[in-house]
Every structure is written in C-alpha cells, then in structure tokens.
C-alpha cells in the first residue's frame, strides 16, 4: 500500500504536467460537446458553423474549468504527500476532498462540506476500483507453499507431477 508509482513524475513537476493534462482533457472533451451542442441548436445549413463557433467560444472555458480542476487536485495531493511523507491513495481520496470543498468555498458552508464529500468519495471510489483492477490484473505470486499438496494423489503421499507444479523462468530478451 506503501509503495510509490514510479511512473509519476516529482511533485513540482506533477503540477504543471496535470494542470496541462487536465486543460488538454478537457478541451479536447469540450470540443466535441460544444459542436455537437452547437451544431444542434444552430438553423439548417449553418450547422457545421455554428458548432465551429460554439467550439471556439466555450471549449477553451471548459478546458480551463478541467485545468483549474487538475491543478488544485494535483497541489493538494503533493502537499499530502509532503506532510504524510509517504505515496498512497489515501492522498489522492484527500486531496479529492480538499479540492472539491475548496471550489466550492463561494456557495457557503455547506455547500464546501457537501462537495468536499463528494469528492472524497468520487476518489475513494476511483482509487478502489484502481486497487481492485491491479490486484486482478497482477500475476500470481511464484513459488509454490509450503505444505500444499497435488489436487490429484497428494493426500496419500503420493507425488503427482503436473506442468504447472513448478513454474518455466520468464525469459529475458537482454542482449550483451
């Protein structure tokens, strides 16, 4: 549970690099709701122009919604990561709070509460599914237990050898 993803970049640079991500997911995302918004709300025959137009008036907003979005959640989630001193969903699921609460500080009180839950467990969802596919996913451990027989003639003593009793080494394709 402890164990860091490698693949991310180092929180400074995972600012900008989610900022930049999140602005690009929902541009290109907005983009496709704003024309075929516009470009049904448009008059026969200025379709293909007023879904263009609708693009380029609204899919920048949208994008910087996202942006503004993955920018906070990325901030929160490094500053967990700084304070707990370690890398583990539990920052994202507080993150996920702290950012939905904070966007929502404007509307009130209540309203920062009611979203900041939201969004706790929006996360918390998020990373459970997550956890739950890379266990699925993730190869059974090696090696054989201790005291585990064949399914087939092992309670006798007996020794049944079957193929998948002992496990072929994965091969290596390093060229010296």
């Not at 709070?97 to 969004?119: I, V």
């Not at 090696?142 to 998948?164: A, I, N, P, T």
Request: one cysteine or more; glycine letters at 18%; hydrophobic letters at 35%.
């Amino acid at each position: 549970m402890g164990t860091p993803e490698t693949s991310r970049e180092p929180c400074p640079d995972r600012i900008l690099d989610d900022l930049g991500g999140a602005f690009a997911m929902g541009a290109v995302g907005g983009s496709v709701f704003h024309f075929i918004k516009g470009a049904y709300n448009s008059p026969k025959g200025e379709r293909f122009l007023g879904g263009v137009n609708t693009v380029r008036m609204s899919a920048p907003r949208t994008g910087g919604g996202f942006a503004v979005w993955g920018g906070l959640f990325s901030i929160f989630d490094c500053g967990m990561v700084y304070v707990r001193q370690k890398e583990d969903p539990w920052n994202s699921i507080f993150a996920g709070a702290a950012t939905g609460g904070f966007l929502q500080m404007r509307q009130g009180l209540k309203s920062s509460a009611r979203s900041a839950a939201f969004g706790g467990v929006l996360l918390a969802l998020i990373e459970g599914a997550g956890i739950m596919v890379n266990r699925i996913m993730s190869p059974p451990p090696q090696g054989k237990k201790e005291g585990s027989g064949s399914s087939r003639g092992g309670s006798r003593g007996e020794s049944v050898l079957e193929s998948f009793d002992t496990p072929t080494p994965m091969p290596n394709f390093d060229y010296k």
